[in-house]
């Protein structure tokens, strides 16, 4: 069983930073692609940058130049840096990893962290 634990949200203004984290138990983490994900009131949950086994990245194209996502696979852990954080960044922020196993595609989440980007 894989469980995801982030950290390191806040209230925070605009052209300000955050660095959230994820830390991950129950899995061989440096094995899997992980992703952040962000969900605010009423809006879909939105896809914002994942970071695969190979180290290789991709990011939503609202946030490219901006955020930064990176893992260190000795501490199982997931980062999200963020920069110029602007007010429409506010939201619920996950992170997630998928693993497929004799059962299918099992994906997993952590609980959320809310960022809140006052104007």
């Known amino acids: 069983q894989v469980q995801l634990v982030e950290s390191g949200g806040g209230l925070v203004q605009t052209g300000g930073s955050l660095r959230l984290s994820c830390v991950a138990s129950?899995?061989?983490?440096?094995?899997?692609?992980m992703t952040w994900y962000r969900q605010s009131p009423g809006q879909e949950r939105e896809l914002v940058a994942t970071?695969?086994?190979?180290?290789?990245?991709t990011y939503a194209d609202s946030v490219k130049g901006r955020f930064t996502i990176s893992r260190d696979n000795n501490k199982n852990t997931l980062y999200l840096q963020m920069n110029s954080l602007k007010p429409e960044d506010t939201a619920v922020y996950y992170c997630n990893t998928n693993h497929r196993g004799p059962g299918g595609l099992m994906a997993y989440w952590g609980q959320g962290t809310q960022v809140t980007v006052s104007s």
């Open positions: 129950g899995s061989n983490f440096a094995n899997y692609a």
């Open positions: 970071i695969f086994s190979s180290g290789s990245t």
